[in-house]
T-cell receptor
Framework: SQTIHQWPATLVQPVGSPLSLECTVE??????LYWYRQAAGRGLQLLFY??????ISSEVPQNLSASRPQDRQFILSSKKLLLSDSGFYLC????????????FGPGTRLLVL | AQSVTQLGSHVSVSEGALVLLRCNYS??????LFWYVQYPNQGLQLLLK??????LVKGINGFEAEFKKSETSFHLTKPSAHMSDAAEYFC?????????FGAGTTVTVRA
């Protein structure tokens, strides 16, 4: 069966510091991968998605970036964090198809101080 | 573009009472619709999905949803609420490559 991992689970970082969040998927090949952010009272916002290694699409302009160095690894990064980057970051995976369903990881809680 | 609207950001029900969460969709093509549940500080868990096979969809934890094309709705129900149903619920519609989520409905269950 498929499993999705995210780490760290929680992170407290000062403004201006770098960020690296990691997501890995097990039990499937060539998944589509997604990064979402959930800020308080703002629902789920799609940040990036990837359909393959090195293929990243950005949904919103921001100081975050994403990379996919391996088939089942998706990394969210920032060179300098802003206060507004605080939130709950969720990674998700799916397999391409007509009835494509996204499955979510446990999330990373980021607090920027 | 596809979108969903969840009516009511917060619903409070008594234990044992009916849970009804409302979701209306907008789509130019036959939609694929989903309901997810999120417990505090956890990721989203798929409750059920509509894929045009049947208008009444049964999901996990006793939840079900009915697709009504004439009303462009996909409301989620559970006949009898349990304390463990306290969570946030999201309706979503599949677009070309992504899901578009509603703003979410928080359910509290009173003893």
């Amino acid at each position: 069966s498929q499993t999705i991992h995210q780490w760290p689970a929680t992170l407290v970082q000062p403004v201006g510091s770098p960020l690296s969040l990691e997501c890995t998927v097990e039990g499937t090949s060539n998944p589509n991968l997604y990064w979402y952010r959930q800020a308080a009272g703002r629902g789920l916002q799609l940040l990036f998605y990837s359909v393959g290694i090195g293929q990243i699409s950005s949904e919103v302009p921001q100081n975050l970036s994403a990379s996919r160095p391996q088939d089942r690894q998706f990394i969210l990064s920032s060179k300098k964090l802003l206060l507004s980057d605080s939130g709950f970051y969720l990674c998700a995976w799916s397999v391409s198809g007509i009835i494509e369903t996204q499955y979510f990881g446990p999330g990373t809680r980021l607090l920027v101080l | 573009a596809q979108s969903v609207t969840q009516l009511g950001s917060h619903v409070s029900v008594s234990e044992g009472a009916l849970v009804l969460l409302r979701c209306n969709y907008s789509s130019s093509v036959p939609p694929y619709l989903f309901w997810y549940v999120q417990y505090p500080n956890q990721g989203l868990q798929l409750l059920l999905k509509y894929t045009s096979a049947a208008t009444l969809v049964k999901g996990i934890n006793g939840f079900e949803a009915e697709f009504k094309k004439s009303e462009t709705s996909f409301h989620l129900t559970k006949p009898s609420a349990h304390m463990s149903d306290a969570a946030e619920y999201f309706c979503a519609v599949k677009g070309d490559y992504k899901l578009s989520f509603g703003a979410g409905t928080t359910v509290t269950v009173r003893a």
